[in-house]
């Protein structure tokens, strides 16, 4: 169960509630060697937790997880091992937190017709200076007393098909796939069977991922099940993906998502950290 590496990590950059260097800190109580933080949609919190990591002995994964639009659903995809100076990848991460202020704001109208005023000035100010994620707008109704837990707020008001749901056009999964590698990075399917998708569906996605030149699956994502796991392991064998393994960490409060706590990727598995490019960037940003 406890892993030394956990390459799906959110801080107060994006949806997290622990500070960059926060995030560093617990995940080397964790047990954790090397880590990637992966806030949506930006890099900001990079050189903080880089700084950090380096002051602890611990390697810190330059990543990123960007917002996809693809088939009219939405999907996740991590970059690992990015340069995140690269300036095509900046420019579209930009356009995806232009895009997170307008569909903000169309949260706010769509909760203020449902009963629920100003949500959109509750969630800023528990954003501060990241974008606006739904999870800002969840603990702000938690806080306000919509609700008794994340679960339920999603479930309530701001999952698909709910009151507060809008679901945003992001980046197509060509661009971000393209933005990543052409950062130098590892792009990678984040949990792939969070989407509910059908057999048929995630096949489709993996077919056009690995087109776009997608290189890896998250094998192992917090709190799945073993069964999961080896459906997923198969999947990558399959298709010749690498396999990632993260815990999706955003708040310490969530024992299912913790810092290096999830089952091991099977044998057999390609891990995407044993890939030699990937050990030669690992050497670079130490
Ligand atoms: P957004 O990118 O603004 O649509 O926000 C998506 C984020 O909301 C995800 O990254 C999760 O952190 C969070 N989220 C989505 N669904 C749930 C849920 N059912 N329970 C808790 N958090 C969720
Ligand atoms: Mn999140
Ligand atoms: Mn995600
Ligand atoms: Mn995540």
């Known amino acids: 169960m406890h892993q030394t590496h956990d390459l799906h990590a959110h801080s107060t950059a994006s949806d997290g509630v622990l500070s960059p260097t926060d995030v560093v800190r617990r995940a080397r109580r964790q047990g954790v060697e090397v880590l990637a933080l992966t806030d949506h949609d930006t890099t900001a919190g990079l050189a903080e937790a880089h700084a950090a990591a380096r002051e602890r002995g611990m390697r810190l994964v330059p990543g990123v997880e960007v917002s996809v639009t693809w088939r009219s659903g939405t999907v996740h995809i991590v970059g690992l091992m990015i340069d995140a100076q690269d300036a095509r990848l900046q420019a579209g991460l ?4 232009r895009h997170r202020e307008g569909r ?8 203020a017709r449902a009963g629920i005023p100003n949500a959109l000035a509750g969630a800023r100010e528990l954003a ?8 800002h707008f969840a603990r702000h109704l938690l806080r306000a007393g919509h609700a008794s837990n994340m679960r339920e707020v999603f479930q309530r008001f701001l999952g698909r098909g709910k009151p507060g749901f809008v679901s945003g056009t992001w980046c197509t999964l060509d661009e971000a796939v393209g933005w990543i590698r052409g ?4 792009a990678v399917i984040a949990h792939p069977t969070r989407y509910k998708f059908t ?3 995630l096949r489709r996605l993996f077919d056009d991922f690995r087109e776009c030149g ?5 094998v192992v994502s917090g ?19 690498l396999g990632s393994q993260g815990s999706d960490f955003h708040a310490p409060d969530t024992p299912w998502a913790e810092l290096g706590r999830f089952r091991s990727l099977p044998p057999g598995c390609a891990p995407v950290w044993g890939d030699a490019s990937w050990q030669r960037r690992l050497a670079d940003v130490a």
């Open 94 to 97: 930009a356009q995806l937190r």
């Open 104 to 111: 903000a704001e169309q949260i706010d109208r769509r909760l």
């Open 128 to 135: 501060g200076t990241a974008a606006v994620t739904r999870t």
């Open 183 to 186: 950062a130098g990075g590892h």
């Open 199 to 201: 057999a048929t569906r």
């Open 214 to 218: 997608g290189t890896a699956i998250e």
């Open 223 to 241: 709190a799945q099940g073993h069964g999961e796991v080896l459906q997923l392991a198969e999947y990558a064998q399959r298709y010749e993906f």
